[in-house]
């Protein structure tokens, strides 16, 4: 049995996943992270897109979309912190294309440097989340 390690993600609103991996590749702010058990301690911010899980004696990975947060690595535990989790299956795509449209209009007809920065913050997370259900797809296909 290969070597693995505990994963806690955890939203605002509940526990999205509990379990043991084999590895677990996050997206960092700095870019993505492979995590694999015996990983040097680690806490780096998060940005949005997709955490990819391999769980122990199953050939598909696990997507979970995250919006942004924390990403902590103890010797025997992964634990990201995120405002946004929601599973890769249960993830909208019409609702992810929609608010994409509604942030790109925003950015169009922007009204403050506030008004746009948040826009812009709203497009990252709908491209993110329409990057995840892709993954998705050609891991199911």
């Known amino acids: 049995m290969a070597m693995t390690i505990h994963v806690d993600i955890v939203s605002a609103e509940a526990s ?3 379990g ?27 940005k949005a897109g997709s955490v990819r899980i391999k769980t122990p004696d199953k050939a598909e990975e696990v997507l979970i ?15 990201i912190l995120s405002d ?3 599973r890769g299956q249960d993830l909208d795509e019409s609702r992810a294309i929609e608010a994409k449209s509604q942030a790109e209009e925003a950015m169009r007809n922007r009204t403050s440097a506030m008004d746009y920065a948040q826009a812009q913050a709203e497009l990252a997370e709908a491209i993110a989340q329409l990057a995840t259900i892709q993954k998705l797809r050609r891991t199911t296909h």
């Not at 979309?65 to 634990?79: M, R």
Request: aromatic letters at 8%.
């Open 84 to 86: 946004t989790a929601i």
């Open 16 to 18: 999205i996943y509990s």
């Open 65 to 79: 979309y995250v919006s942004s947060g924390i990403l902590e690595v103890q010797p025997g535990v992964i634990t």
């Open 20 to 46: 043991l991996a084999e590895f677990v590749v996050v997206p960092a702010e700095m870019g993505e992270v492979g995590i694999y058990p015996r990983h040097t301690p680690l806490l780096t911010r998060l």
